[in-house]
């Protein structure tokens, strides 16, 4: 892979850290706000155990919206959830992507019901989406496949910031732009995980054949 093409993947991937540093990635848990159930459920749900912060989901949730959160994994999710991506992305972002989808099915909730929406709250949501994408990485013993792992973390994270930040972090909705807002994201995420995946690959051969010049 030449110098030129190499510099190009480690912009695409400084652009996509810069990004998500300024939208939802690095934002702290909402301040709970006792007068609402919605910012109780939405602070439990980033700050406490999945048990506890399925507790105080408000009770008709499921017949507004139509299902009944469960515990699964260790996290209050949304049983039918997925993680909506162009691109496939790794089995271990599964959990966190159902969990990722109640937290806004929660803020979806709060507008269907009259609720003003607290733009921390999607920020905060996006949040932990992120860090438990990359703690799913790190059962990947081998450093080549745990690198792949965290880009698609982060490109995965920064296209959900950008989203959220299209709609002013307000109640989700879909959008038919919202392809076009994924390209450079997707791109970064296929060219940066062919990069990694080659130095792993020629890290690999340099050690199975040491006698042999790169």
């Not at 109640?102 to 999607?122: F, K, M």
């Not at 080549?144 to 299209?166: F, I, M």
């Amino acid at each position: 892979m030449s110098r030129n093409i190499s510099r190009t993947l480690i912009s695409l991937a400084a652009a996509a850290v810069a990004v998500t540093a300024t939208t939802g990635a690095a934002s702290p848990p909402p301040a709970t706000d006792t007068t609402s159930p919605i910012a109780v459920a939405v602070h439990a749900l980033v700050t406490e155990p999945a048990n506890a912060a399925a507790l105080t989901i408000p009770r008709d949730f499921p017949s507004v919206m139509g299902y009944r959160p469960r515990v699964q994994d260790a996290m209050a999710e949304n049983p039918r959830g997925d993680c909506s991506s162009p691109v496939p992305l790794p089995s271990e972002f599964d959990s966190a992507c159902k969990a990722h989808d109640l937290g806004y099915d929660l803020i979806r909730y709060a507008a269907a019901t009259g609720t003003t929406v607290d733009p921390q709250w999607r920020r905060a949501i996006d949040a932990q989406l992120e860090t438990r994408m990359h703690a799913a990485c790190v059962d990947r013993t081998d450093d080549g496949p745990r690198q792949v792992c965290d880009a698609a973390a982060s490109v995965a994270a920064t296209a959900v910031d950008l989203n959220s930040w299209r709609q002013s972090f307000g109640a989700p909705v879909p959008e038919p732009a919202m392809p076009y807002v994924l390209v450079s994201a997707v791109v970064a995420l296929v060219a940066l995980s062919a990069m990694l995946a080659g130095r792993y690959l020629h890290r690999r051969v340099l050690v199975s054949a040491p006698g042999e010049r790169a």
